[in-house]
């Protein structure tokens, strides 16, 4: 992995967490983490937006960030149960994930919605993670790189560049399943993921692009060797910083 390319651990809490159990964890990675004298990598809990000031106060003097899941592609105003990009700065924010597969599934947003989203990210100064993957059934078909291909052109928010953007790519049917592609499947789809990008701008090359997907601490350092592949994002095996740090210790 190049230099340039700083590895990202991020865990993606999605709907889980209550308050009390939730400090305690993240007090815990704080710890684990804050033990390294020099990281050499940055790690990232996303938890529900309800954590957010608690979690990210916890962990102000550690090594580790805390972001939002996803938000609303306006500052403000009349939207009954969004969230906005500078609520979550406000809440002590660094990241916010876009594009999340469940956010397209479940609430149908298109290329266009998350690219909105993560212009709302950027204009607040935070760093967008962009999520994107195929589908079983478009992975069956044959059409992997195609849906790719079409989800980066057209979630990439204008004004990317390595230092606000990360793309997550995150195979649908690889989520929560225990499944994960082959080594060779991974380094396919991130070669092809940075070859886009190179058409798209100026510093892809310095782009890190995280594989998520069932990553575990058992899978996590052959999934992390992949070519192309600078850190992970991390659904069930990050909730407790018993499962999520040694994940977090192969690029630490
Ligand atoms: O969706 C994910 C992270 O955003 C991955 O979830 P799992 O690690 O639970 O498969």
């Not at 649908?172 to 399943?177: H, K, N, Q, R, S």
Request: charged share 20%; net charge negative.
């Amino acid at each position: 992995m190049p230099e340039t390319r700083r590895p990202l651990i991020a865990g993606n809490w999605k709907m889980n967490g209550l308050a009390d159990e939730s400090l305690l964890q993240i007090k815990d990675l704080a710890a684990r983490a804050s033990k390294i004298s020099d990281p050499a990598c940055d790690v990232l809990i996303c938890p529900p937006a309800t954590l957010l000031r608690d979690l990210a106060k916890a962990a102000m003097d550690s090594p580790v960030a805390v972001g939002g899941q996803d938000c609303h592609a306006n500052e403000k105003g009349a939207h009954t149960g969004d969230i906005s990009a500078t609520m979550l700065k406000d809440s002590g924010a660094h990241y916010c994930i876009v594009g999340h597969s469940e956010r397209r599934t479940d609430h149908g947003e298109t290329n266009a919605d998350v690219k909105s989203k993560a212009e709302a990210v950027l204009r607040e100064g935070l760093i967008a993670i962009v999520c994107v993957g195929e589908t079983l059934s478009e992975r069956e078909a044959g059409t992997t790189l195609d849906v790719i291909s079409d989800q980066v052109r057209n979630s990439l928010p204008s004004g990317a560049t390595a230092a606000n953007t990360v793309i997550a790519y995150e195979p649908v049917w690889a989520i929560g399943t225990g499944k994960t592609p082959t080594v060779l499947d991974v380094q396919t789809v991130h070669a092809h993921i940075r070859t886009e990008l190179n058409e798209l701008m100026n510093d892809a090359n310095r782009v890190r692009l995280l594989y998520g997907g069932s990553v575990k601490g058992s899978n996590a350092g052959e999934l992390m060797a992949v070519e192309n592949v600078d850190g992970a994002l991390v659904g069930g095996a990050s909730l407790t910083a018993e499962d999520f740090w040694p994940i977090v210790n192969v690029c630490i």
